[in-house]
């Protein structure tokens, strides 16, 4: 730790100290604060977040003027009829409806979308940090792009702000190139653009944000992004606290389609990050007995992971860490890679209730990987969660990844001998102590898997097809196809507790139908039960067996019937095809 970090810390441990002793003799004594003691409340008050109900907080800015314009107070805009081409082919380009974008300010006002209660905290007004908005794009669309700079210069205390930092991942739009340039000299400096050589792909380059970045923390946004109101002063106050903090704003949605601005949370909820043994993202609310330990609702709280777009860590602390894993490829992974680092080399994730930002959420990628997806072999995203778990996972939980991913054994997650050097050097903690101490809850959603009895194609041997999703969305019906081998829609697991699953949906029928469900929260068995001899699958509860229709290929549940080859399933193990 270096030497002023160090310094923070100590006065924080003494100020906190002091501030319990205020409290047993102001508020369960009863006492009056005497002359001598007033400068020791007010240096607690600079130091320490608090909460002044009735008085606005320190940091909290004059209410914003709506005015009579297209998508103000964040509310949705509809294109003229002689615009709805441009729209499409917009949306089409950068998916997103830019057109609509380039007809609302680049200053819009926004609803409020925080609790009553953030208006009144308080926050340290010399804590001494200073912001580097770090904003990584690739071909973005130029008023989202300036839109998010516009409001972040908005919103923020001018002394909180070092600068907004474009990184341009090797954009090749007209518009990003002399006209941005000639578009941000306008800010006098407080927004600089930096570029890449060749296209690196969100995660190298947000690495390379950090290193030019001239603040003292970072905070990482993505292109197209809103921020709200006094969105900041509450990412930085942990941080100031603690160095080995994450700070993650809550998450607005801004529609792709007409640009409203609306929470994606229901009033008064808390969630926070956790994921399922497959390393897809997911959420859960605040467990109830740590909400119960929490004084304030909108105070900021302890998650495990984050979804990975948004959120603010200390400059240098960030670069101690190894930044992201350079062996990661272009995006995917990087959430968790950083998420597990922090907790268990010794920091800690807290979400903030009271910073929020709007986030468009695209209707799909614009873009490809170009080269840099050629350079994997196999599913790139699947390749660097291979790489996150193989460095920070034990193998106990490893397990429990290949088999909801059984074909990710195959690829080639590259040399990690740098990463577990990272890992030992730092004295991380291992996974068990992660899931027991930090995402424990995870658990109650997401059990630990049992293995699979079988996995691979489930072959029809009457009508030589397999069991497929079919491509279609949970909840809908299962289908049978041409087996292709290459797993997808086709790679079925079977495991020891009688579960069917594809991905992270499951299989079930009942009288009418054989379905692709979401699998029941909390469940890791199912009624199915496959016969070695007879290569029957039973559905238990039912008492049936899956079949086939011999003229029309549809699935059924229907009375057993042994030798019949319309009812015999066969597994077949897929072998790798990179």
């Known amino acids: 730790m270096n030497p002023v970090a160090w310094k923070r810390s100590r006065v924080l441990k003494l100020v906190a100290a002091g501030s319990l002793v205020l ?11 005497t002359p001598d003691i007033l400068p020791i409340i007010e240096q607690i008050k600079r130091e320490v977040p608090f909460l002044s109900p009735g008085k606005l907080g320190n940091f909290e800015p004059p209410e914003e003027l709506i005015i009579d314009a297209p998508g103000e107070g964040g509310k949705p805009y509809e294109l003229p009829p002689e615009k709805k081409n441009e729209g499409e082919e917009s949306l089409s380009n950068y998916g997103m409806n830019m057109a609509v974008s ?58 909180m702000l070092e600068e907004v930092l474009l990184v341009d991942d090797f954009s090749d739009k007209e518009n990003l190139k002399s006209e941005l ?27 390379r944000g950090a290193e030019e970045s001239r603040g003292n923390v970072v905070v990482f946004l993505d292109a197209h992004c809103e921020v709200n109101r006094n969105w900041l002063p509450p990412l930085l106050a942990p941080i100031y606290k603690d160095r080995t903090t994450m700070t993650v704003p809550v998450i607005d949605g801004v529609d792709h389609q007409n640009f409203h601005y609306r929470p994606v949370y229901s009033p008064g ?35 495990p992971t984050h979804a990975g777009g948004l959120f603010a860590i200390d400059r240098q602390y960030f670069l101690e860490l190894g930044a992201y894993d ?43 990987f170009g080269k840099l997806a050629e350079k994997s072999k196999g599913p790139l995203i699947t390749i660097n ?52 101490n930090v995402a424990p809850d995870m658990l109650v959603k997401y059990p630990e898997l049992p293995p699979n009895t079988h996995w691979g194609e489930m072959r ?41 699953g594809i991905g992270e949906r499951c299989v079930e029928a009942d009288k009418s139908s054989v379905k692709l469900i979401f699998c029941p929260m909390g469940k890791v068995d199912g009624p199915w039960k496959y016969d070695e001899k007879t290569a029957l699958m039973m559905h238990e509860k039912m008492g049936k067996c899956l079949a086939v229709h011999p003229n029309s290929n549809s699935l059924l549940l229907r009375d057993c019937e042994e030798g019949n080859t319309y009812y015999q399933w066969v597994w077949k193990k897929l072998q790798s095809k990179y």
């Not at 409290?23 to 604060?33: A, D, M």
């Not at 010794?346 to 799909?364: A, K, L, Q």
Request: charged share 25%.
């Open 269 to 303: 909820t808390n969630f926070r990050g956790i994921f399922e043994w497959g390393m897809y993202y997911k959420e859960t609310e605040i467990p109830p007995d740590m909400e119960a330990m929490r004084p304030h609702k909108s105070a900021p709280y302890k998650s």
């Open 326 to 368: 350079p062996g990661l490829l272009v995006w995917g992974g990087e959430n968790f890679e950083l998420s597990f680092k922090i907790w268990q080399c010794g920091g800690s994730i807290e979400w903030v209730p009271c910073s929020r930002v709007g986030h468009v959420y695209r209707g799909f990628m614009p873009y490809n």
């Open 181 to 207: 340039e000639d578009y941000i000299k306008r800010f006098h400096g407080k927004v600089r653009l930096v570029r890449n050589k060749e296209r690196e792909g969100l995660i190298r380059t947000r690495t």
């Open 460 to 500: 029809n041997k009457g009508s030589s097809t397999c069991l497929d999703t079919m491509g279609r969305p949970a909840p809908t019906k299962m289908g049978v196809s041409g087996c292709h081998g290459y797993g997808n829609n086709q790679l079925v697991r079977l495991n020891t507790e009688g579960q069917i």
């Open 102 to 159: 380039d007809m609302i300010s680049l200053e819009r006002s926004i609803p409020d979308t925080r609790m009553d209660e953030c208006k009144y905290w308080n926050y340290p007004e010399h804590m001494g940090l200073k912001a580097s908005v770090v904003i990584v794009f690739h071909n973005e669309g130029f008023s989202t792009l300036m839109r998010n700079v516009k409001t972040i210069i908005k919103r923020t205390p001018p002394e």
């Open 385 to 436: 969660y291979k790489r996150v778990i193989e460095v920070w996972f034990d193998e106990k939980h490893k397990e429990y990844f290949y088999t909801r991913e059984p074909m990710a054994r195959f690829l080639d997650h590259g040399d990690i001998s740098k990463q577990l050097i990272i890992k030992n050097n730092l004295k991380c903690k291992n996974f068990q102590w992660f899931m027991e």
């Open 23 to 33: 409290v047993i003799l102001y508020l369960f004594l009863g006492r009056t604060p």
